[in-house]
């Protein structure tokens, strides 16, 4: 079982910068492939960010050269740096840790959600 827990949301005027922290409590986190969607009010979850255990980025279009995921696999960690926030930023950020399993498989696992508001 992988535990995932984020934090760092809040709020922030637009054009400031949020990170956003998640902690996944496993052994083979350096294995895990790891992603951050966000869900707005009325609409549906959309992938944000996305790094491999090989450490290869890939971003949603909305959010490029604004937004960077990094990991520390150390410390069993995956970050958010959000830069020049705009109010369309403003969701609910969640954290999901997909764990590879025997016969090409795999198993997700999400957090709680950390709530991230835009706003002047």
């Known amino acids: 079982q992988v535990q995932v827990v984020e934090s760092g949301g809040g709020l922030v005027q637009p054009g400031g910068s949020l990170r956003l922290s998640c902690a996944a409590s496993?052994?083979?986190?350096?294995?895990?492939?790891m992603y951050w969607h966000r869900q707005a009010p009325g609409k549906q979850r959309e992938l944000v960010a996305t790094?491999?255990?090989?450490?290869?980025?890939n971003y949603a279009d909305s959010v490029k050269g604004r937004f960077t995921i990094s990991r520390d696999n150390a410390k069993k960690m995956v970050y958010l740096q959000m830069n020049s926030l705009k109010p369309e930023d403003t969701a609910v950020y969640y954290c999901?840790?997909?764990?590879?399993?025997?016969?090409?498989?795999?198993?997700?696992?999400w957090g709680q959600g950390t709530q991230v508001t835009v706003s002047s």
């Open positions: 790094i491999t255990s090989s450490g290869n980025t």
């Open positions: 496993v052994s083979i986190f350096s294995r895990l492939t």
């Open positions: 999901n840790a997909r764990r590879p399993l025997v016969g090409g498989t795999w198993a997700d696992y």
